[in-house]
């Protein structure tokens, strides 16, 4: 029997699905997201798929007592369901007969301090920093732990683990919560600062309207890691914020460039060669920007357009009949922009 993947994970993606735009794609061209999933309805499974219960992971531990991936199994499903003291027990079974297995250490200390049995999860945890020192994550849960034991010594000590090994994992928090202002505090005291490190300053400043100032810190990310793809976009988008194009135009180069697959970096760059007035250099980049995602509406749009500006009727009529399904709305923008290039009434 094969270990299951992780229960609460897709528990979680089955009960919500929604997609996400990137934080760092300011001004690109987003996929429309899909429709939540009904809360009322039951998602079908794939056909030949068996139906798995706890009742089905106990008889697979009961017809095979010693095989830790039953266990970890019954364990992972217990911990769904909320019976935490029911799986550290699975879970230190698989922790004793393979003491290199991490999962089974983090899931234990997960379900003993979800039981608030707290010495037992940092026993657990403890037993798993072995296995991975360099865990950032692990020494966190360690020292959350810790704390709830009353011991704010060992809690300081995993807490200071933990910033040496994410130096900008507060800034980020902060950040993510829209405390902009404390986060650049945070990420000045930051002594070690990493590429990272400025990028997210970067990200922080352009959130505060500190263009000048982003540009600096997005272009010090760059010097620490030159094929920091992100760095290069973001510092496209402060640039355009600063309505300098041309230097705009160089930083989403430098993004497509590091970056072939990103959509949104040709996006931008064909939004920048349409300020600077260069619809073919335009062109280019939102056909690009369409090879990569061909649902994204707004791209074959602008294609058109930059290709009416070319006096290309034929290629922007093809995009004309390729959003008529994806943008009924846009498709009629179109062709009326298409007309006026013919000088059709």
């Known amino acids: 029997m094969k270990r299951l993947p992780a229960l609460l994970t897709i528990c ?14 300011p001004d690109a061209s987003a996929d429309k997201a899909n429709s939540p ?11 030949g798929s068996v139906e798995l219960s706890t009742a089905t992971l106990q008889k697979e531990v009961t017809e095979h007592p ?6 970890y199994n019954l364990g992972t499903a217990y911990l769904f369901e909320g019976k935490f003291h029911e799986a550290a027990t699975e879970f230190k079974f698989v922790a004793d007969k393979n003491p290199k297995d991490f999962d089974a250490h983090i899931k234990m200390g997960i379900a003993y301090a979800s039981a608030n049995e707290l010495e037992e999860a940092a026993d657990a945890y403890r037993r798993a920093t072995k296995l991975e020192p360099d865990n950032a994550e692990l020494r966190q849960r360690l020292a959350d732990v810790y704390e709830k034991a009353g011991k704010p010594a060992e809690a300081a000590k995993q807490r200071a683990e933990f910033v040496r090994l994410q130096p900008n994992g507060h800034a980020l928090e902060l950040y993510k919560a829209g405390k902009y202002e404390e986060a650049v505090g945070e990420l000045q005291k930051i002594s070690g600062k990493n590429a990272e490190s400025y990028y997210l300053l970067g990200n922080t400043l352009l959130k505060l309207s500190q263009f000048k100032e982003a540009v600096s810190s997005y272009r010090q990310a760059l010097r620490m890691n030159p094929k920091y793809a992100d760095a290069s976009f973001q510092l496209g988008n402060a ?11 160089r930083a989403f180069q430098d993004a497509a460039s590091l970056n072939p697959q990103d959509a949104d970096a040709f996006y931008n760059l064909g939004n920048t060669f349409d300020k600077l007035n260069r619809p073919k250099d335009a062109a280019a980049a939102f056909g690009e920007s ?20 070319q006096g290309n009727t034929a290629a922007a009529s093809e995009q004309y009949e390729a959003l008529k399904s994806l943008n ?5 923008k179109l062709q009326q922009l298409i007309r006026q290039s013919t000088g059709a009434k």
């Open 37 to 47: 999933t009904n809360a009322n309805t039951e998602p079908t499974p794939p056909p």
């Open 328 to 332: 009924p709305e846009s498709a009629d």
């Open 239 to 249: 640039f355009d914020r600063l309505n300098q194009q041309e230097d705009a135009a």
């Open 12 to 25: 979680a993606l089955l009960l919500s699905v929604a997609s996400c735009k990137s934080e760092s794609v």
């Open 290 to 309: 369409v090879r990569l995602r061909p649902s994204d509406a707004d791209a074959r749009f602008h294609l058109a357009v930059a290709q009416l500006r």
């Open 66 to 71: 010693d095989d830790p991936t039953s266990h």
